[in-house]
Every structure is written in structure tokens, then in C-alpha cells.
């Protein structure tokens, strides 16, 4: 799983995210930035790997540079 945030502070509204991927952002009614992807609308939550190049395409996407992924249980191949 990841963990993608959003920093609403920086956040603008333009919707980006949602438009590319949909499956994990949405927009709120107050104009900002959510993550839904659990079921919930949160500035932070967990999202399926199988979401993850249209996460990564919105991350850069963003104006703002405000979505951020935090990449969880990395196993290392040396290990
Ligand atoms: S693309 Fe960035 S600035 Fe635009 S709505 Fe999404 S999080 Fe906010």
C-alpha cells in the first residue's frame, strides 16, 4: 500500500489530480483537494499499488507540487 497526501495549504483547487486520477482524488466542496481512495475524503490515505502510475502522472502534474506519496513495507532484494 501507499500513503499520499495532500498539503491543503497549498492546494488551489484546480483539480488536476481528480481529472487524471479519479480513482484516488476528488474535489470538495470547499475547493480543495481529497483523497478518497478509502472510502473517505481525507487530506491523507491509503491507496492500492494498482493506482499507482495515475498517482504518480497526478503527483507531477500538480501546480502546487503538493501531493505527496509515501512509499510503505519496501522490501530490500538484498535482504
Ligand atoms: S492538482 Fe494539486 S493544486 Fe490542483 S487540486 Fe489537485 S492537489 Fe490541489
Do not use: K
Given at each position: 500500500m501507499f500513503t499520499v497526501w495532500i498539503d491543503?495549504?497549498?492546494c488551489t483547487g484546480v483539480g488536476v489530480c481528480a481529472d487524471i486520477c479519479p480513482?484516488?482524488?476528488a474535489?470538495?466542496?470547499d475547493g480543495l483537494?481529497?483523497?478518497?481512495a478509502d472510502g473517505?475524503?481525507?487530506?491523507?490515505?491509503?491507496?492500492d499499488p494498482r493506482h499507482l502510475d495515475?498517482?504518480?502522472?497526478?503527483a507531477e502534474a500538480?501546480?502546487?507540487e503538493c501531493i505527496f506519496i509515501e512509499i510503505e513495507d519496501v522490501?530490500?532484494?538484498?535482504a
Amino acid at each position: 500500500m501507499f500513503t499520499v497526501w495532500i498539503d491543503q495549504d497549498l492546494c488551489t483547487g484546480v483539480g488536476v489530480c481528480a481529472d487524471i486520477c479519479p480513482s484516488v482524488f476528488a474535489l470538495g466542496n470547499d475547493g480543495l483537494a481529497y483523497v478518497t481512495a478509502d472510502g473517505a475524503m481525507t487530506d491523507r490515505g491509503q491507496v492500492d499499488p494498482r493506482h499507482l502510475d495515475d498517482l504518480v502522472d497526478a503527483a507531477e502534474a500538480c501546480p502546487q507540487e503538493c501531493i505527496f506519496i509515501e512509499i510503505e513495507d519496501v522490501v530490500d532484494p538484498a535482504a
